[in-house]
């Protein structure tokens, strides 16, 4: 409902985080894992300055809620957050136009370790890691996000255009 809402306030000036990842051609057997850590920050509302947060603040504020939780994000927050990516990252995975929306995601994803394997995984001393197949580590933690082959693939365009692909057949 938010986004819906917002979308009618707003125009093209509200979007949806997931809409503005771009998955790397060349990290595509990533995807299932970036789906699984993003979870539900794919559908955070990203607004570029201060008057339309206030806007969609607003619209947030008067909505009735739907039934999951629904999420915007402070641009001037934002902009305060910690960031930098390591190499190797879930960050490095992806790409990211939107100058609000990038610093959002090298926040989540820019200290999470990309490693091939569980052992390497049990090896890294870094805090966050994870597998293509989604099995992250959080120190002291290790979980299984979910199994990847029920990952739906919704990030960027070409995400996108494969959800409306599936829901055709």
């Not at 955070?44 to 999951?68: C, N, Q, S």
């Not at 959002?104 to 569980?118: A, F, M, R, S, W």
């Not at 805090?127 to 199994?147: C, D, H, N, S």
């Amino acid at each position: 409902p938010l986004f819906h809402a917002s979308r009618q306030k707003l125009g093209d000036r509200v979007e949806q985080l997931g809409r503005l990842i771009e998955v790397k051609p060349d990290a595509e057997r990533w995807w299932p894992a970036l789906e699984l850590f993003l979870g539900r920050n794919r559908w955070v509302l990203v607004v570029k300055d201060a008057a339309d947060y206030r806007e969609a603040l607003e619209i947030l504020r008067k909505t009735p809620p739907g039934r999951d939780s629904e999420s915007l994000l402070n641009p001037a927050e934002v902009r305060q957050l910690r960031v930098g990516a390591r190499d190797g990252s879930l960050f490095s995975k992806v790409t990211v136009a939107h100058s609000i929306a990038r610093l959002y995601v090298e926040h989540l994803l820019g200290d999470v370790l990309c490693v091939e394997t569980v052992e390497e995984l049990e090896a890294t001393d870094v805090g966050r890691a994870i597998t293509p197949e989604g099995i992250f580590k959080q120190a002291p933690l290790r979980r299984r996000l979910k199994p990847a082959a029920s990952v739906e693939l919704t990030l960027g365009r070409e995400g996108l255009e494969r959800m409306r692909a599936v829901k055709q057949k």
